[in-house]
């Protein structure tokens, strides 16, 4: 599933969110080749990669076996399996940079990937009809997933995950968690449910049309075809696009709430209550003054709160809970309003009308961890230097700002970084 990167799921939206944030995460830089007279140190580091790799293959087979699966099924899905450097560098050099929201938006609603979409909930609308009527989730919510993580089906990964999780475990920097991936794909393969040949996926183990991870699929995944099989990885979608709803109904998904709707503050409006936080029925921000873009009281669908993605220069939203449903799948804000957004288009509704302040760029992650420590050292502790810009560290930046008497909005900010040096 796809690091914005503002954020390329172990629970499901954890391992999702590795996946679907990665497969829309900007290409790292491409390495610099390494000269020619240091080419057999590379060959060398490999061969000793390998023999280290099969060392550990064999201590993995008796934890495996441990945990119910056959030497048969290991023999099987190892057979041909070999240390996968490719998958090593790209785990080590992952972009340190992010995208901005309105980037990733560009990208994730672009026009073709409506109209793309628009035509695959046509080609698909029976099964998808039916998929909405078992499990309540709105199919354009469904199609929408479908569309960031694998346009629709056209780039569901080609590499072997039994190699690519077992490369991760054994060299990987989560190799725990890498290693209860491979658990699980070795499961889904003793199931029957695949073969190791069809088990294909991105290169951090995320699988199929709607990129579940092994241990999401065996929690949630569904066989919605019948035939006894959970096939995500077939041409036909029909098993992933019901497995994703079933994923997203067992974490509460209401039918008809929206996941958000742009609005439009007053003047005036208090930037400190837009948070996740703070929670109030649409029809009690309408008295304050906040509405949809057309001026109306938004219905009360809900408790909402206000999210302000790129503060206050930005789009509003009012979100309701199924917002948070859809971040089960991917943790980051960026994605969520992807999928939403996404799926409103593909409804016809109209594009996000507020202007984005495209004059800035995302701050990089050296200079996010540089954002910390002087908020910290400035008396504003983000509770933590580790580049992530999360509650504890937008909650610093609004106690700063609301300080030094600039808009409380809590976005990280180049143009705060600087007034901070």
Excluded: C
């Excluded at 089906?153 to 209860?180: K, N, Q, S």
């Excluded at 948070?275 to 921000?285: E, I, N, V, Y």
């Excluded at 999210?307 to 309701?320: C, E, K, Q, T, V």
Aim: no cysteine.
């Amino acid at each position: 599933m796809t690091v914005i990167r503002l954020a390329t799921g172990a629970a499901v939206a954890l391992v999702m969110a590795v996946s679907a944030a990665l497969a829309n995460t900007p290409a790292s830089p491409r390495p610099e080749p390494r000269p020619a007279a240091q080419e057999p140190l590379v060959t060398t580091q490999i061969s000793t990669a390998n023999r280290g790799f099969q060392r550990w293959i064999e201590g993995f087979r008796g934890r495996a076996q441990a945990q119910g699966i056959s030497p048969r099924v290991l023999d099987t899905a190892f057979e041909g399996v070999r240390y996968n450097t490719d998958v090593i560098q790209k785990d080590r050099n992952q972009s340190e940079f992010t995208k901005t929201i309105w980037d990733y938006l560009d990208s994730a609603a672009s026009e073709t990937r409506i109209e793309n979409g628009k035509a695959a909930l046509v080609q698909h609308r029976q099964v998808l009809e039916q998929i909405e009527a078992r499990y309540g989730v709105d199919k354009e919510v469904v199609v929408a997933v479908w569309g960031l993580e694998s346009a629709y089906g056209a780039y569901r990964g080609t590499t072997p995950i039994v190699e690519a999780l077992a490369t991760l475990a054994y060299d990987g920097r989560r190799g725990r968690f890498f290693e209860a991936q491979l658990i699980a794909a070795l499961k889904i393969l003793q199931s029957g449910d695949t073969r190791p040949r069809n088990m294909t996926g991105s290169w951090a183990g995320a699988m199929g049309h709607t990129q579940f991870i092994p241990t999401s699929f065996l929690a949630y995944a569904v066989d919605f075809t019948g035939d006894g099989r959970r096939d995500i990885w077939a041409d036909d979608p029909a098993d992933a696009l019901a497995s994703t709803a079933a994923y997203l109904a067992r974490f509460g998904w209401r039918k008809g709430q929206p996941w958000g709707v742009e609005v439009q503050l007053p003047r005036g409006f208090d930037h400190r209550l837009a948070s996740r936080s703070t929670l109030r029925m649409p029809s009690d921000w309408a008295a304050m003054g906040v509405r949809d873009m057309a001026g109306r009281v938004v219905p009360d669908h809900g408790r909402a709160s206000i999210l302000l993605p790129a503060g206050a220069r930005g789009a509003a939203f009012m979100i309701f809970d199924n917002f948070a449903v859809i971040e089960r799948y991917n943790t980051a804000d960026a994605y969520v309003i992807g999928v939403g957004h996404l799926s409103d288009r593909i409804k016809g509704g109209p594009p996000i009308q507020a202007e984005w302040p495209r004059g800035d760029r995302a701050l990089r992650f050296v200079e996010r961890k540089e954002l910390q420590e002087r908020l910290t050292r400035a008396g504003f502790s983000t509770q933590g230097i580790d580049g992530k810009i999360g509650p504890n560290t937008i909650a610093a930046v609004r106690a700063y700002q609301s300080a030094v008497g600039i808009v409380p909005d809590g976005y990280a900010s180049l143009d705060l970084l600087k007034r901070l040096r």
